[in-house]
């Protein structure tokens, strides 16, 4: 990428200098590590405990200010990879890592892996130069070495990457992914201490969802960009609704098995009707009463002439519904069990017929009952770590088509005059390359500078802490969190693994209560906010203004 070809606002952008915490301003010689007690998964404990014994009950790190001459003296060399979806802000967080390993010792080296961690079972790599990442400072996207899902798993897999690393003579490899990129990386910790091998891994809290967050990790980076770009076009979307007053729009939002995106830009933005997958799963809701919910507040407004609105729709939601959750999760297996047998079969249609003798009755008789394009939607492949690809399907279609069924029943028995004309969107790509925001061009790169530190001071299976996010990012503090803490038991491509533990929406949690404390009243009103576009350049209660959902969960803290 020339200078030449960037645009204006990026030329100003590349200016912008990242505000370290106050414990890393000395550089990684000016702090200690403080260890805490050993520690334990949150649930599981037995399971995880043996299937890490090298790594499991590694203490908490916590950075603490000190001399710290001897990671000086040796020059080491810190592999990187990008893992996973793209979030805003994967660039400052190799930035953070690349200026962390530099101060401490020029002759540092930072490999970057290209395409994600088939990069590492390939061998493809690049040495991350000053020149190179100056193109890349403040910038959106994970372009610098791209990402891919390949998931590190089988023997072959695990000797390959064994290979790779030793003959690059990593020291250290740092994996910027999200839960599942994560809990790869605490099996490859735990795999090199099997085989007395002194690569560390480290990982950095990466997704645009939100669910990767836990007591010790405030929030996971690129959910600030990504959502502050939801909740401007779906302002925008309330204001033409508004004006024009003729369409109802159905907003599916990216977010996969968390709902954080959707009640971040509910609260953001104040639409009509937010559908909250953890509330429909906690109330054991079918998919007929979350239509019926919906129908509802279309009847009332119609009631009012009010024949538009905007509804938000979280991507997962179909794996919230008890009675679809259980024909995901049947069919998660049935298609791992049969996979042979279906890659011979040509057509979508004899698939279907096929897999639903392998499913119960009442769950074939469910997916029969669906729209075809939807059933053909559940069967596309999973990906590489067992998870049903949400974003392929049209969830907000699928609602549209029970709605308009069930008004056209209302109109016959006089119970509905209204008018439903609608339009579907679906917003997820847009936001996870956009320039990262203040916050999150702050956040990544303490986060690469503290991956940094840890990796110097020779740790591994630790994730990269920031906390106290909510304070100007000079006072926050920095540190590490053992992988095998997060993690806990789950059902994978029909078998069980221990995986990190994704956070969903706490029912009990400020961000929902303030929804459900309004919703009533933004159903049959226009409450709409605008919140406008990411503000770079401005006053600082603009510029540097973190989620609803942080300052929420954060603020009493
Ligand atoms: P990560 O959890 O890997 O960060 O990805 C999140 C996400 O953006 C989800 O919101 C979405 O369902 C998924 O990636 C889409 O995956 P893909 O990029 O493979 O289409």
Known sequence: MSKK???????????????LPAILKNGPAGVKLRLGKATESISDNKTVNKLFPNTYGLPMVNLAKGKNQEILKKAVKVGVVLSGGQAPGGHNVIAGLFDGLKKANSKNRLIGFLGGPSGILDNKCKEITNALIAEYRNTGGFDIIQSGRTKIETPEQFEQTKKTL????????????????????????????????????????KTIDGDLKNEQIEASFGFDTAT??????????????????????????????????????????QPNIVLVGEEILSKKMTLSQVVKQIVNVIVKRAD????????????????FIPEMKALISSLNDALADNEAELKNMPGIDEKKNFIYTKLPGNLAALMKSLPGTISSQLMIDRDPHGNVQVSQIETEKLLIAMVKKCLSELKKNGKYTGKFSTITHFFGYEGRCGAPSNFDA?????????????????LSGYLSSVKKLVKKSALWECGGVPLTMMMNIERRKGKEKPVIKKALV???????????????????????????????????SITDMTTVTLKYEQSKK
């Not at 009012?304 to 794996?319: A, D």
């Not at 702050?442 to 020779?458: D, M, Q």
């Open 304 to 319: 009012l002439k009010k024949n538009f609105g905007v509804v938000l729709v979280p991507e997962g939601l179909i794996e």
């Open 228 to 269: 502050k770009i939801y909740s401007e076009v779906v302002g925008n979307i309330c204001r033409d609704v508004n004006s024009a007053r003729k369409y109802w729009h159905f907003v599916r939002l990216m977010g996969r098995s968390a709902s954080h995106i959707t009640l971040e830009v509910g609260l953001k933005t």
């Open 442 to 458: 702050n956040y990544t790169y303490a986060l690469g500078y503290n991956a940094a530190v840890l990796s110097l001071n020779g």
């Open 166 to 205: 030793t003959e690059n003579k990593i020291d250290a490899l740092v994996v910027i992914g999200g839960d599942d990129s994560n809990t790869n990386a605490a099996l490859l910790a735990e795999y090199f201490k099997k085989e007395s091998l002194n690569t560390g891994f480290i990982g950095v809290p």
């Open 506 to 540: 706490e029912l009990n949690g400020t961000p929902f209560k303030t929804l459900l404390a309004n919703r009533e009243n933004w159903a049959v009103t226009e409450s709409y906010l605008y919140p406008g576009p990411i503000q770079y350049f401005g006053p600082s």
């Open 5 to 19: 070809c960037i645009s204006e606002l990026q030329a100003e952008r590349s200016k912008f200098k990242p505000v």
